[in-house]
């Protein structure tokens, strides 16, 4: 049921690296793409997200890069830290996630 | 101001049984949804409940149902319990239904001997 495929599953970066996920989508209708952050034992928080109107959205060290024609969009985290390790989400909608990718920064 | 509050945090079933997770949303906002997380991977959208209607449904059996009560509060029930159904139980509240900020309880990890 999958519609959104994500990857990588892991990802291991050296602090102050930059991380990249990546995400492609099915439906052209989506129109709403936001990625979630979760610690073990918590719930997903809000991150960062991106209507298709617009090719990124920076805030802070992240940034979504948004690329509508061939249905993609990734997360890149800059300045990567050791407390941004982390399992991050993509999602189309509000009801459509990927599997998560497992970012360990290493100090 | 509270967050988003789910009960029980965990709990143990046995196949067959019947379980009820409850979810109370954050202050002011009337729209719940609830997702299942299988260890693993992203979290599956199963319903959204709006002012105490059904506005959305995932791909989830008959065995899964979901209600909302006036004060916005919420409950999922799954009944004749699987293994399969292990996971934890992700409650989400919204001010609408419309597109926007989802925030999540910290779930309820359901375990199915």
């Known amino acids: 049921q999958q519609q959104v495929k994500q990857s990588p599953q892991s990802l291991i970066v050296q602090k102050g690296g930059i991380s990249i996920i990546n995400c492609a989508y099915e439906n052209t209708a989506f129109d709403y793409f936001p990625w979630y952050q979760q610690f073990p034992g918590k719930g997903p928080a809000l991150l960062i997200a991106i209507r298709p109107d617009v090719s990124e959205k920076k805030e802070g060290r992240f940034t979504i890069s948004f690329n509508k024609s061939a249905k993609q969009f990734s997360l890149h985290i800059m300045d990567s830290q050791p407390g941004d390790s982390a399992t991050y989400f993509c999602?189309?909608?509000?009801?459509?996630f990927g599997a998560g990718t497992r970012l360990t920064v290493k100090p | 101001d509270a967050g988003v509050t789910q009960s029980p945090t965990h709990l143990i079933k046995t196949r067959g049984q019947h379980v009820t997770l409850r979810c109370s949303p954050i202050?002011?906002?009337?729209?719940v949804s609830w997702y299942q997380q299988v260890l693993g991977q992203g979290p599956q959208f199963i319903f959204q409940?709006?002012?105490?209607?059904?506005?959305g449904r995932g791909n989830f059996p008959d065995r899964f149902s979901a209600r909302q009560f006036p004060n916005y509060s919420s409950e999922l029930n799954v009944n004749a319990l699987l293994l399969g159904d292990s996971a934890l139980y992700l409650c989400?509240?919204?001010?609408?239904?419309?597109?926007?900020?989802?925030?999540f309880g910290e779930g309820s990890r359901l375990t199915v001997l």
């Open positions: 202050s002011g906002h009337k729209s």
């Open positions: 999602a189309a909608t509000d009801m459509r």
């Open positions: 409940y709006y002012e105490k209607e059904e506005r």
């Open positions: 989400a509240s919204s001010r609408t239904t419309g597109i926007g900020e989802l925030f």
